[in-house]
């Protein structure tokens, strides 16, 4: 085992696959020398050469263009999208292209591609670095969406997802990059993509999480345990899509009571699906309403420190949800 943050988990799993097979190559927006403006591909350049770590131009619609065409043609693609909020120009590369290919060519066109998207707030970035945008490609079928919140499946994750036939849009919560820490095994291990964790078992509520939501509900739940008496159960659900309701409806049947939290905006967040989920599937199981926590329905997170604080949910306001539910 290693001790790695987050980001040093995704580098390490691009430069195994990279070294694994040589149709694998990363491209994006400053990728190369600089290794990404958030570093993950730092060294890479080095050590592969610009054939396969390849600058791109500042055009998020042509990144995804080339994925989708390299990997029609066997290669496999890594895609980097610098931050999430820039991924909209590639929108119908992505749902009307790289997920409908397969489909529409009733099974002769595979598109093997990986976009990596860093996301969410916490950074004092603003507008237009700070947006959770998974909820919008959740409703496309054909796409699988994943979202690690640990530096172990960070690496496991992102080495299924490059070996995946499908394309695979790979989120990863920013502000953890050099935050999370934990262990990784050392060598070639994958992690499979549709199936939720138990990262901490209880017995008195769920909590739903994922991304940077999930580390701070293991924070809370450690609180809440220490200072209340609550034993929580976490589920890092880890892939959006395919959604794992097994684990989800599993959990609940044994605790009867929900949370959900995500930092996304509530309305129409991921979220409400596993509410939906849960009150179509798992009504019988439910001894309260299942709750969400979530930020709130404004455009982005703000810059200004205090308006970033009372947009993002953190342990504290998950410790404090917890017991409200926990008192019902």
């Given amino acids: 085992m290693a001790q790695m943050t987050l980001i040093d988990a995704v580098r390490t799993a691009m430069d195994e696959e ?47 263009a080339v994925g989708i065409g390299a990997a029609l043609a066997d290669l496999r693609p890594i895609c980097e999208i610098q931050f999430a909020d820039f991924i909209h120009p590639a929108f119908n ?52 969406i994943v979202i690690p919140s640990t530096p172990e499946d960070a690496k496991g994750l992102l080495k299924s997802a490059v070996r995946d036939p499908n394309p695979v849009l790979f989120f990863e919560p920013k502000k953890g990059y050099r935050a999370i820490k934990g262990e990784v095994p050392e060598g070639d291990y994958v992690t499979p993509i549709g199936k939720a964790r138990v990262a901490r078992a209880g017995r008195d509520l769920s909590v739903f999480a994922y991304g940077m939501m999930a580390h701070y509900t293991m924070i809370a739940a450690g609180q809440v345990a220490e200072q209340d008496g609550i034993d929580a159960e976490v589920i890092d659900l880890r892939t959006l899509l395919p959604v794992d309701k097994e684990s989800i409806l599993a959990s609940v049947e044994k605790t009867g009571k929900a949370l959900i939290v995500y930092e996304d905006n509530r309305t129409m967040g991921y979220g409400a699906e596993v509410a939906a989920i849960l009150a179509d599937e798992g009504f019988e199981f439910l001894d309260a309403p299942v709750r969400r926590l979530t930020g709130p329905d404004i455009p982005s997170v703000p810059f200004n420190h205090g308006m970033q604080e009372f947009f993002m949910p953190n342990p504290d306001k998950i410790a404090t949800a917890i017991r409200e539910l926990a008192r019902y």
């Fill in 93 to 144: 590369q992505i749902v009307n292209e790289a997920a409908k290919m397969y489909y529409r060519s009733n099974g002769q066109w595979k598109v093997p591609m990986v976009l990596r998207v860093p996301y969410g707030g916490g950074i004092a970035g603003g507008l237009y670095h700070s947006q959770s945008v998974e909820a919008f490609f959740t409703h496309c079928p054909g796409l699988k």
């Fill in 18 to 64: 990279m070294a694994r097979d040589e149709r694998v190559f990363l491209t994006g927006e400053d990728v190369g020398r600089r290794g990404g403006v958030f570093r993950a591909s730092q060294g890479l350049f080095d050590k592969y050469g610009d054939m396969r770590v390849v600058d791109s131009p500042l055009a998020e619609l042509s990144i995804v």
